[in-house]
């Protein structure tokens, strides 16, 4: 086993960093999971610490070697994936607060912060040609509008700021002390055009002028890099001898330019070998979590309005990258469950049946459902519109709000359950007008590759089949997001590998889930719904503006 070349993946999600051994094959030796740390000092504001951050890998990393029972020296190549979530460093490298709260060690924007809604809002206005790359509408979670929000509300560290990464790449500087940029992240998060090129062509001068963020021009983008590079590429001259020592590995280790997780979740499973030859224009990589991602690549550059993208060659290397997503997925079902009167009855019931909470309402709404011709129908009248934390796409409207419609005075386990169903199939619908939208643009989507936390749920699957239309392929490694680091850890580790090329000899196909063609009528009613319930959040916007002067 010492002897064949080994891969480490480091993923840093929303609340845990974790990180995982893989052989040359794809198969995973050893995994493990550290939690992070986060803060919410007000509505919408979500905060993090690099230090925390950091720590927690050199914990999931250790832990990993040892259940792979392997030593570091086996590792030939490290690959890092995380959140896009703003960093900010000062010229001694250490933490800058972006916090209401002062606290220097909470020195990270999360991803999924919404205070910059007004400066994306700024952004927008200014209509810069730019904008078409990100679905013509710019989102509070992307890095341009926080930059803005910390120069308009923190000047103070604005101006001790001396470093801004998104979190990727601020891992492997971490790793390296070469502060080398993505092609991804920066791609998809900061609006680089990298087919303009590399090492800093693809900034746009007149587009942080028009923005407000001139000040990173008049220092030639040094704060937020000047050297971009391809995914994979390795960084500097590998590991540091402090963070190999921080990690339990050796010296020297070559480590891959970064990507955003999603992304290489995508990188992790798209490319796998099903019936024959890979035709992206029919895939979809869908990764669930918090959030969810939806990720589709083409030949050419499409322009889909609400759609983040074409970026190229920001997941896969010669193929423009469009990315569709909801903002609150996994977050929204466990919001619904877990904040439902009964949630405490629930978790009583599940301790003693010895199932999760889900398993729990799964196997209920099995039962609710044994008369029914299919699961769904138990929600004929019950209602949810998904976007709790606005709409990432195709709407790309952060201040959208959820709605429930066909609520009763009765709220007992069965109605949670009934609930817990209707919010499912909310997202499914979500995850359907993203596919409408991008077939409409070009793509002919029939089949989505998914991994994440939401496909361990088999209720939450079939569902996503049915609404959708689509098979959902899982990868034989359910870990598919820590793979795609890893095969990253490949491709720099075998200088001039192809990630194409490592991603079919590392991903396979295992479970094939179709959907039931019995529930096609049934959904394509509720899709009606739910761009009706879209409809009326608009109307009664509409109302409520009517003449407010008060």
């Known amino acids: 086993m010492s002897n064949q070349p080994l891969y480490l993946g480091i993923d840093v999600g929303t609340g845990s960093a974790r990180a995982g051994v893989f052989t040359a094959g794809g198969q995973l030796l050893g995994s493990a999971s550290q939690a992070i740390q986060m803060w919410k000092p007000r509505t919408?504001?979500?905060?993090?610490?690099?230090?925390?951050?950091?720590?927690?890998?050199?914990?999931?990393?250790?832990?990993?070697?040892?259940?792979?029972?392997?030593?570091?020296?086996?590792?030939?190549?490290?690959?890092?994936?995380?959140?896009?979530?703003?960093?900010?460093?000062?010229?001694?490298?250490?933490?800058?607060?972006?916090?209401?709260?002062?606290?220097?060690?909470?020195?990270?924007?999360?991803?999924?912060?919404?205070?910059?809604?007004?400066?994306?809002?700024?952004?927008?206005q200014t209509g810069h040609e730019v904008l078409k790359y990100v679905g013509g509408v710019i989102s509070p979670e992307m890095e341009t509008p926080k930059l803005l929000w910390l120069r308009e509300n923190l000047p103070e560290t604005w101006s001790k700021a001396a470093c801004f990464f998104d979190l990727p790449d601020f891992l492997t500087w971490r790793a390296t002390g070469d502060d080398t940029r993505s092609l991804c992240s920066t791609g998809c998060k900061w609006t680089y055009l990298g087919e303009k090129?590399?090492?800093?062509?693809?900034?746009?001068?007149?587009?942080?002028?028009?923005?407000?963020?001139?000040?990173?021009?008049?220092?030639?983008?040094?704060?937020?890099?000047?050297?971009?590079?391809?995914?994979?590429?390795?960084?500097?001259?590998?590991?540091?001898?402090?963070?190999?020592?921080?990690?339990?590995?050796?010296?020297?280790?070559?480590?891959?330019?970064?990507?955003?997780?999603?992304?290489?979740?995508?990188?992790?499973?798209?490319g796998a070998s099903f019936e024959g030859e890979v035709d992206f224009d029919r895939r979809l990589a869908l990764i669930g979590g918090t959030s969810s991602c939806h990720m589709a690549v083409s030949k050419e550059a499409r322009f889909l309005a609400g759609v983040w993208g074409p970026y190229q060659?920001?997941?896969?290397?010669?193929?423009?990258?469009?990315?569709?997503?909801?903002?609150?997925?996994?977050?929204?079902?466990?919001?619904i469950v877990f904040h439902h009167h009964c949630s405490a009855e629930l978790e009583d019931a599940a301790k003693e049946a010895d199932l999760s909470p889900y398993e729990w309402l799964n196997r209920r709404v099995a039962e609710l459902a044994a008369d029914l011709p299919f699961p769904a129908a138990l929600a004929e009248d019950l209602h949810v519109h998904p976007d709790f934390h606005g709409n990432r796409s195709p709407r790309a409207d952060p201040s959208l709000r959820g709605m429930i419609s066909g609520l009763t005075l009765s709220s007992g386990l069965d109605d949670l359950a009934r609930l817990y169903l209707a919010t499912i199939d909310a997202i499914a619908h979500g995850t359907r007008h993203i596919v409408e939208v991008m077939n409409r643009g070009g793509y002919r989507i029939d089949t989505i590759f998914a991994c994440g936390g939401g496909t361990k749920n088999p209720l939450f699957l079939q569902e996503h089949a049915d609404i959708t239309g689509c098979r959902i392929i899982l990868p034989s490694e359910p870990e598919a997001v820590l793979l795609g680091a890893a095969i990253l850890g490949a491709v720099a580790a075998q200088e001039g590998a192809a990630i194409s090329e490592v991603m079919?000899?590392?991903?396979?196909?295992?479970?094939?889930?179709?959907?039931?063609?019995?529930?096609?009528?049934?959904?394509?009613?509720?899709?009606?719904?739910?761009?009706?319930?879209?409809?009326?959040?608009?109307?009664?916007?509409?109302?409520?503006?009517?003449?407010?002067?008060?």
């Open 44 to 124: 919408d504001f979500v905060e993090q610490s690099s230090d925390d951050i950091w720590s927690a890998c050199c914990t999931a990393t250790r832990q990993a070697l040892e259940k792979a029972g392997v030593s570091g020296d086996s590792v030939a190549g490290i690959g890092f994936d995380a959140t896009c979530s703003l960093v900010v460093l000062d010229e001694n490298d250490g933490p800058v607060t972006v916090s209401p709260t002062g606290q220097s060690a909470q020195n990270v924007i999360v991803w999924m912060d919404h205070r910059a809604t007004d400066q994306a809002q700024q952004i927008n």
């Open 313 to 335: 060659s920001a997941m896969v290397p010669g193929y423009w990258l469009n990315e569709g997503g909801q903002s609150a997925t996994g977050a929204l079902i466990d919001h």
């Open 197 to 270: 090129g590399m090492d800093g062509a693809g900034w746009e001068e007149d587009f942080f002028h028009a923005a407000g963020l001139e000040d990173l021009v008049r220092d030639d983008f040094r704060r937020i890099g000047r050297r971009v590079r391809p995914m994979g590429e390795p960084v500097g001259g590998g590991l540091t001898a402090k963070a190999a020592g921080e990690l339990g590995l050796t010296p020297g280790t070559p480590v891959g330019v970064s990507i955003i997780d999603a992304h290489a979740g995508g990188i992790g499973m798209i």
């Open 504 to 550: 079919q000899r590392m991903s396979r196909v295992g479970q094939v889930i179709e959907p039931d063609p019995a529930t096609a009528g049934f959904h394509a009613r509720k899709h009606r719904v739910f761009h009706a319930l879209h409809a009326a959040q608009m109307e009664m916007r509409g109302i409520m503006t009517e003449n407010k002067k008060l």
